[in-house]
């Protein structure tokens, strides 16, 4: 018997103003149409019409507002965008069943304002483009970035004139992104962005609605949301703020893993007024011992600078204590490097690359003892790790205290009959300063 095809959603657009908001549809066009819906010439055919609107004159918006009232008398199923999305209230006062309003360059919102209007039926046919996307990671864990750019000013990092302030995604966005994903088969969702704690901070008022409740735009919120749609879900790039406490307990109910990816960089105080970063060092302390108070499996991973300008023996020395004091799982280090367009070029003290090297090899002999010994204490226990490759008899898999590409590797024995993807049970047999070795349970 021949497959059937389904027919694809038509999608109707009317494109207003100027050139710039023509190419605004041209893009979004674009995108609809890898995802594979089909384009209609008129009203009629049309599941879903889109108007892109101008807001530049009086004259022209009153000409949208005309534009905007014809689609719905002549289709009915009508989605706003464009320059005057800005005046929601005012559309949806004169025209209270346009599907959605979202302003000029919001292309994810428009897509996914269609997306819902009109859902694309799963057709391999029709799907241009994989449901969860196109990836570069394996199927089984994927990258979910919920933000870009940074408010943060720190001397040694360029990000904010590369990437621009702080833009947060909305979340019912982020969690139909996520909801994909594992639909795809991703068990692993790595949320990242250049700070994952300040997500939010720029739309705080706009909560969304998601399966029938509001969701705001929050790192806890959200977290917490994520840790319904996916297995593990994994923070990444988490700054110390005080709302870091919030997620501890939904680590200990199992809701997202018991895993933070802080980017300390430094302890010693000095070192991080010069590198523009909180100096509160001690606070932080504390807070680490209430962590593992309520979620004892945490596992910490930072990285830090060693050969700062103006870092001293005694400063170095400082950090090295702090790291016995914090006990972190996971370090990464690295020596000072100037970056063009870097506050931190122009700081006095520069350390010479010798003495970087030197601090660079305490640096890591200090931390491979520490996550020696916190790896050995694993030995014994059972633990839940996600297999990442399957080589002949044995796999390669993780534990919820490890990244893929930066932490360690579980190594099993008899483990031919796992699949990529598959989470279980292993009982460790052996560690070394960074894997663990074992083999899963009958």
Known sequence: M???IPEAPKVGM????????LVDSERILTKLRSDGYAMSADYAGADVVLVNTCGFLDSAKEESLEAIGEAIAENGRVIVTGCMGKEAEVIRARFPNVLAVTGAHQYEEVVGAVHDAAPMPPNAFLNLVPEGGLKLTPRHYSYLKISEGCNHRCSFCIIPALRGDLVSRRPDAILREAEKLVEAGTKELLVISQDTSAYGVDIRKEPRMWKGAEVVPHMTDLARELG????WVRLHYVYPYPHV???IPLMAEGLILPYLDIPFQHAA?????TMRRPANEAKVLERIHKWRAIAPDITIRSTFVVGFPGETEADFQYLLDWLDEAQLDRVGAFRFEPVEGAAANDLPGAVPEAVKEERYARIMEKTAAISAAKLEAKIGRTLEVIIDEV???GANARSQADAPEIDGTVFLRDAGHLKQGDIVRVEIEDADEHDLYGAPLA
């Open 2 to 4: 021949a497959t059937r």
């Open 228 to 231: 319904k749609i996916a297995p």
């Open 14 to 21: 009317v494109s207003l103003g100027c050139p710039k908001n």
């Open 245 to 247: 406490d919030q997620v």
């Open 269 to 273: 105080p000095s070192v991080l007024r």
């Open 391 to 393: 080589d002949g008899d």
